[in-house]
């Protein structure tokens, strides 16, 4: 009996077709591609340009293990081990949230209200990945950074990351500004605003929950750096907050009965108020 001819290897295109087939996104699949290949730096481009090419059986399947988890809801970043942030190629894992460009806005308003200063004071809460901080510190070279988050964890990514792409910052653990001492001339921050029965909760299962659930109306931290934050900044610093697609005019209220001026929001890059700030007076009472 003659023997079969085996089966040849599939080719990128063939590949791809078969993450379709999971339900993955095209651009999820072709990172994950990539990365399966050792090929991260290359691009998307090049698979266009080799999209017959075979692929190799071990690559293949390391590329469907990782449809799979992807298909189960895991991050892109956590199984790359990367994720690019306002041009900065940060390491990410299950320690902190897979950073969204959406945070990119905070960065550019954070960059806005800094820009006049020739040292500024700057504190980002909840650093993560230290994705804010480090943008921050990329782009403002005479800024002093300090990251803050009360997990370890985290801040060990963050510390990795600073170490890694030669932008040096300073670090502290605690709870949001308790750890803090001095003034500073803005206070970012990307806290957990997810409420606790949030029903999208189910689809980020795969994230540190501390760092997104935040009590039953998702403002519970945000409250908290709202009523800490003027003690901690200086005469016409700014505090500048990303929060939920339906809270802009909540936070808009906390910061004007908390005595902030120039209150205003920011749209992210979908056109939804995702990010809310105010100005402290020069001459404010600290309450």
Known sequence: MPEETPAPPATLAQALAQARALGLERIDAQWLLLHALGRTDAGRAWLLAHDTDALDPAAHARFLALCQRRARGEPVAYLTGH????GLLLEVDARVLDPRPDTETLVDWAREVIAPLPAPRIVDLGTGSGAIALALRQHCPGA???????????????????????????????????????RFDAIVSN????????????????????????????????????????????AGGWLLLEHGYDQAAAVRALLTARGFSLVQSRNDLAGIARCTGGQWPAGQTVK
């Open 83 to 86: 994720k690019t942030f306002y």
């Open 144 to 182: 002093r950074v300090l990251a803050v988050d009360a997990s370890a964890d985290a801040l060990a990514v963050a510390r990795a990351n600073s170490g890694r792409l030669g932008l040096p910052v300073q670090f502290a653990q605690g709870d949001w500004l308790r750890a803090t001492r001095g």
């Open 191 to 234: 806290p957990p605003y997810v409420r606790a029965q949030d029903p999208h909760l189910a689809a980020l299962q795969h994230e540190p929950l501390q760092a997104l659930v935040s009590g039953a109306d998702g403002l519970h931290d945000i409250r908290a750096i709202v009523a800490q934050a003027p003690e901690h900044l200086a």
